[in-house]
């Protein structure tokens, strides 16, 4: 059967769906922000969207392009300055789920968003960290959305952005970290969660069509699986429509400008 | 107490070679007018405090007024890479700029710190990041009460701060709503500063009583340029101009088509360029 969805809408979907009505999610610009709308829009509609240019409970109607769009405080319950956002919001403890994305990950869900290359030296001069560093630590859980490829899902990232696991194990209890870290890593392939003891992020569900070899040809480390690994349910007519209708309204707002 | 001029005697006034400048704004009220002024005026060897160095700085580094950037998010948001940024990192052009990298937390907390007249920034920060090898102004202290380690950076002291805000009144105070930033500590963080605003009228009008206004006796200069935070917004007056963002990236990708925008767009033209992206205050704000 042919599937009538996009390997990345699916991706979003997936992400959508772990966001629970209580949350409070930081959210980040682009697939984060597509699918914590998209979660707002469908199965949480209670959920608060806080995104880092100090914008709590905001209710956008179209995707922000950047962090700080007028619709994001026009359709907030108040907004805040960003030194409080950081200092009360962030850092005292007030948010469930922070919802990164990044350019290389590893196998323990760090991301490096700063460079590829020496830091010296670049190659490429990526963006940097923005909200993240914090953010990884201080929110009580962390769900990335990163679709897949061997130059993103890297054995070794070249710089450490913001913490994942570290280096396994008890790695982030060590360095005084209270929080959770990742526990779901969502792809266009499949769902990760990071194994109890080694804080390794195994595949727990896979995609519908997707195949083992092919999530393995597009990690750069040896994949390893949960014993019981699901199929991700396929998303449905409404999950799908809500979405495209999200893009849709948002992509004649940029172009409108 | 605030003087209110044109922006380039603002900017003649204030703003000097070698000097150290903060040009806030968070993704709202950015002040590319002033930015533009800076340019024309050539002034060099600048360090460059922004949190997201955006547009604004991507054309003032482009035309080699900086000589270090001190940031926390280098791209153009929703968009890609700031071009300039990266050909200044990567290449060293026009010139080499050397980079203090910082997360947002840190420079949020630098700037308060700075207004509230600290030396330092402590917060909870960095713990796990590579960001503490590459910059020797993130250090940790001990906390002398609970004895928790705790991040420290140096508090932003900026020579100057650069804002635009919606409006201010005759004598200088200056209102600004919405997406607030860190202008009003970067203002207070500043030992000099400009506001560049949509408009200066008899009275700021209606707002909550808690509003956020900086008194006149706490700021430099004050310039009228509506309009003056295109392709930034003003809530209120006119919305964040997203397809410019989108058409920046193929204006900045190459050095050639960045120079023949920058000298048609900024060199050719004053302040004044800025009105036709201006709008009325929305009738609903009366």
């Keep these: 059967m042919m599937a009538n969805y996009k390997p990345n809408e699916m991706m979003t979907v997936a992400a959508a769906r772990a966001l629970r009505n209580e949350d409070v999610c930081f959210v980040g610009i682009g697939q984060p922000s597509a699918a914590a709308n998209l979660a707002r829009l469908s199965h949480a509609p209670n959920v608060t969207l806080i995104y880092e240019s100090g914008t709590l409970g905001t209710k956008p109607t179209v995707l922000p392009l950047s962090i700080g769009d007028g619709e994001l405080c026009e359709t907030a319950l108040t907004t805040v300055s960003v030194p409080e956002m950081f200092r009360y919001w962030l850092q005292g403890g007030r948010i469930s789920v922070g919802f990164l994305g990044g350019a290389q990950i590893d196998k323990y869900a760090n991301l490096n968003t700063t460079v590829v290359g020496d830091y010296n030296k670049p190659k490429v001069r990526l963006p940097g960290g923005g909200g993240a560093p914090e953010i990884a630590t201080s929110c009580g859980e962390i769900f990335i959305i990163m679709a897949q490829g061997k130059r993103s899902f890297v054995e070794k990232i070249d710089f450490f952005t913001s913490i994942g696991h570290g280096s396994g194990g008890d790695s982030r209890q060590k360095l005084g970290i209270k929080t959770k870290g990742p526990t779901r890593l969502i792809t266009d392939l499949a769902i990760y969660q990071p194994d109890p003891e080694t804080k390794e992020m195994i595949v727990t569900s896979i995609h519908p069509g997707v195949t083992r070899e092919q999530i393995q040809e597009n990690t750069g480390w040896t994949v390893r699986y949960a014993a019981q690994v699901a199929e991700t349910p396929v998303p449905t007519a409404q999950e799908l429509d809500i979405l495209r209708e999200l893009q849709a309204r948002t992509a004649r707002a940029h172009a409108a400008a | ?286």
């Excluded at chain 2, 922006?7 to 150290?20: C, N």
């Design chain 2, 1 to 286: 107490m605030a003087r209110i001029t044109s922006l380039a005697e603002a900017v003649q006034a204030a703003v000097h070679d070698g000097d150290t400048v903060a040009m806030e704004g968070f993704t709202h009220l950015i002040p590319h007018a002033a930015g533009h002024e800076i340019i024309r005026q050539k002034r060099k060897n600048l360090t460059l405090i922004r949190m997201t160095p955006d547009l604004i700085y991507d054309q003032m580094i482009g035309m080699g007024c900086a000589k270090k950037l001190v940031f926390s998010w280098g791209g153009n948001p929703g968009v890609g890479s700031l071009h300039r940024l990266r050909d200044a990192v990567e290449q060293g052009w026009p010139n080499a700029l050397e980079i203090e990298e910082h997360s947002h937390a840190a420079m949020a907390n630098a700037y308060e710190a700075g207004a509230a007249g600290l030396p330092l920034a402590v917060f909870r920060g960095y713990l796990g990041s590579d960001l503490p090898k590459v910059n020797k102004n993130i250090k940790r202290v001990t906390c002398p009460f609970t004895g928790e380690e705790l991040a420290a950076v140096p508090a932003h002291r900026p020579d100057v701060a650069i804002i635009h805000a919606l409006r201010a009144d005759k004598a200088g105070n200056v209102l600004l709503e919405g997406v607030l930033g860190v202008q009003k500590e970067a203002v207070l963080a500043a030992k000099r500063s400009i506001v560049t605003v949509e408009e200066v009228v008899d009275d700021l009008g209606p707002r909550s009583l808690n509003a956020v206004v900086l008194p006149a006796w706490t700021i430099g200069y004050v310039s009228e340029v509506p309009g003056g935070a295109f392709p930034s917004y003003a809530q209120g007056y006119y919305a964040r101009n997203n397809s410019f963002y989108k058409a920046w990236d193929n204006i900045a990708r190459e050095r050639d088509t960045f120079l023949a925008w920058m000298k048609e767009n900024v060199l050719e033209k004053g302040p004044e360029a800025f009105a036709q992206h201006a709008r009325k205050r929305a009738a609903a704000a009366e």
